[in-house]
């Protein structure tokens, strides 16, 4: 460890002893620290993403995450995160395996910069007498504006008379139509279509539908919908890291800009002119753009955006995060 980062990590200590908020220093990072599945059915994919973002300049790990309960399984997304990165969680309610009114604690443990814990509930309830087939409404990788319709088959075993009154979005980017009942002694089902608009945003889709009932004990059922919308425009790696640099030191990199169009780079934009970025020439669905950093005297951490702005509508950019630090 350098002399630089010792620093760093004891004045971060000092200033934890002195506020008193040793255990509360990695619960800020956390956008959310509990979640209600709510009722699901039995079978169906139910994930919580618990988002969080290194808000520090010293580099976040995680050491791991336990589980208070078997119905829930936590597993992590990037357990390294450096200077504004995000990562998240995901807690898997296991309804597959397990019936009834359930609840968990994740307790993920931090070991870097220092020691401490933070505690994650998550709580539902898993019914066995409604199915969905398939488990989750997932439109799989689309375009940017690109429109896709996907069917599920909703089940019930019990009374000939249950019945969804309403099914209701929390995304104003997707329209659902509920087909009639389809009635046999025992059993009720129900075709349901989810049509995705041509509005939805770019990334990860993590969206839910709710199911309003006729049934007082239950009304309400949720089921998850998933899939990704991929940009019109993205640069890869989406985070970058330039590692410990001594004063001088020069590091090379590669970014990689696709489009789905051909497309010409405009303009690179950084804040910090340590860095030197060669743009390239023409149009293409494919440019590389290499990316230089010197570093200088003055050991600091390194932390910036590059932005890079195409000829597209709307003066289209995609962005990165590059980190690093420069030691002696």
């Known amino acids: 460890m350098s002399v630089f980062t010792r620093i760093c990590l004891f004045s971060l200590l000092a ?39 290194n808000v520090y300049k010293e580099d976040v790990h995680i050491a791991s995450v336990r589980t208070s309960c078997g119905c829930t399984t936590p597993t992590v997304t990037k357990d390294t995160l450096k200077t504004h990165e995000t990562g998240a969680i995901i807690a898997k309610f296991n309804t597959e395996t397990h019936i009834g009114e359930k609840s968990a604690v994740l307790t993920v443990v931090f070991d870097r910069p220092f020691y401490t814990e933070v505690q994650l509930t998550v709580r539902g309830n898993i019914r066995t007498d409604v199915t969905f087939t398939p488990a989750e409404v997932n439109f799989g990788e689309a375009g940017e504006g690109e429109l896709k319709e996907q069917e599920v088959f909703i089940t019930h075993t019990g009374p000939m008379n249950w019945e969804i009154k309403d099914v209701r979005s929390h995304c104003g980017d997707l329209a659902v139509r509920l087909e009639p009942a389809q009635r046999s002694p025992g059993m009720v089902k129900y075709r349901m279509v989810v049509n995705m608009k041509g509005t939805m945003s770019p990334g990860e889709i993590r969206e839910r539908l709710t199911l309003v009932t006729n049934d007082n004990r239950f009304p309400t059922i949720e089921m998850s919908v998933g899939g990704r919308i991929r940009p019109s425009l993205e640069v890869s790696p989406a985070s970058v890291g330039l590692g410990d640099l001594q004063p001088g030191q020069t590091i090379e990199k590669r970014l990689l800009i696709r489009a789905d169009q051909e497309f010409e780079v405009n303009d690179i934009q950084c804040g910090d002119n340590r860095f030197v970025f060669e743009k390239p020439e023409g149009k293409k669905k494919l440019h590389f753009v290499k990316m230089t950093f010197t570093a200088d005297d003055n050991p600091a951490q390194v932390a910036q955006k590059v932005r890079i702005v195409s000829d597209l509508s709307d003066g289209k950019y995609a962005e990165c995060i590059v980190s690093g630090s420069i030691t002696h």
Do not use: I
Not at 23 to 33: G, I, L, P, V
Not at 35 to 51: C, L, M, P, Q
């Open 15 to 53: 200033l934890v002893s002195v506020n008193g908020w040793a255990d509360e220093w990695a619960k800020k990072m956390f956008a959310e620290t509990t979640h209600d599945f709510r009722t699901v059915g039995r079978g169906t994919k139910t994930e919580y993403y618990f988002e969080l973002k």
